[in-house]
């Protein structure tokens, strides 16, 4: 089985050798690695290149001007040629080195899922050795989706056919294609997922959905929207448990 990995950078020289190392470290190795560049000036495009030959032709990459990291994203699902596919963004790393080892096979083991997902975990920017927040997708249900819960999306592997079938991110969305993407494929299409018991990923503060309260504000809109797309009823108050539910996240 190989596993597709999907990474979309810009302007991410600070934190992109991190992200790198973990891929290398991980011991499942039967990978497509593939970097996609939105047109970085700060040194990303050189780390990119150093890191191309150490990955022996398992990396690929392109820069170009995209129309944001949900188009960068749908870039590589294009170009990708795995059985699985995942997604890492350029300032998280793998937390240990038996991750895709893990989604390997689990998959393997279980032909008659679409997807899996497990957990995730926010550091400091400023003591990265500080977890101030752990994400659980154990309690997740599609049911939930209406009350904002979703599988952590650094964590949600999904046979690329499904992508093939249903499609791919919706540019529609500046903040929230993540959560329409999960809607359509859980509760729309009711793709069929194990969740694995394992943090994932390790993130750092500061993504697009949680920089500010205006952001929070939009992620919530646009969460209605993609529910109401589908036919599932929510509503703003409705969304919002999920913020309820993440001050017991905090450490």
């Known amino acids: 089985m ?17 992200t790198f190392k973990s891929v290398l470290s991980q011991t499942y190795t039967d990978i497509d690695y593939w970097v996609i560049d939105g047109g970085s000036t700060d040194g990303t495009i050189d780390i990119i290149k150093e890191y191309e030959a150490v990955f022996g032709g ?18 590589g699902i294009s170009r990708c040629t795995g059985d699985v ?14 991750v895709l080892q893990n989604v390997a096979h689990t998959f393997s083991s279980n032909e008659t899922i679409d997807a899996v997902y497990g957990d995730i975990h926010f550091i400091s920017d400023n003591n990265p050795d500080k977890i101030v927040r752990y994400y659980s997708s154990k309690m997740f249900r599609p ?5 904002g819960f979703m599988p952590a999306h650094p964590s949600f ?3 690329r056919k499904i992508y093939q079938e249903h499609g791919d991110y919706s540019l529609d969305y500046k903040i929230a294609a ?22 994932f990923v390790t993130m750092r503060t500061g993504g697009m959905s949680t920089k500010n309260v205006r952001n929070r504000l ?7 929207k993609a529910c109401r797309a589908y036919g599932m009823y929510t509503n703003q108050l409705m969304i919002s448990v999920k913020y309820l539910y993440k001050i017991f996240e905090f450490l």
């Open 2 to 18: 190989k596993i597709s990995l999907i990474t979309a950078t810009y302007n991410s020289a600070a934190t992109l050798k991190s």
């Open 58 to 75: 398992r990396m690929h990459y392109i820069s170009e001007k995209d129309r944001g990291i949900y188009d960068a994203m749908n870039k």
């Open 85 to 98: 596919v995942g997604i890492l963004n350029s300032d998280d790393y793998f937390t240990s080195g038996d």
């Open 143 to 147: 049911f939930w989706l209406r009350f």
């Open 157 to 159: 592997y999904v046979k």
């Open 178 to 199: 993540d959560y329409d993407i999960m809607v359509r494929l859980f509760y729309k299409h009711k793709i069929q997922a194990e969740y694995i018991k394992k943090d």
């Open 218 to 224: 939009l992620i919530t809109k646009e969460d209605v």
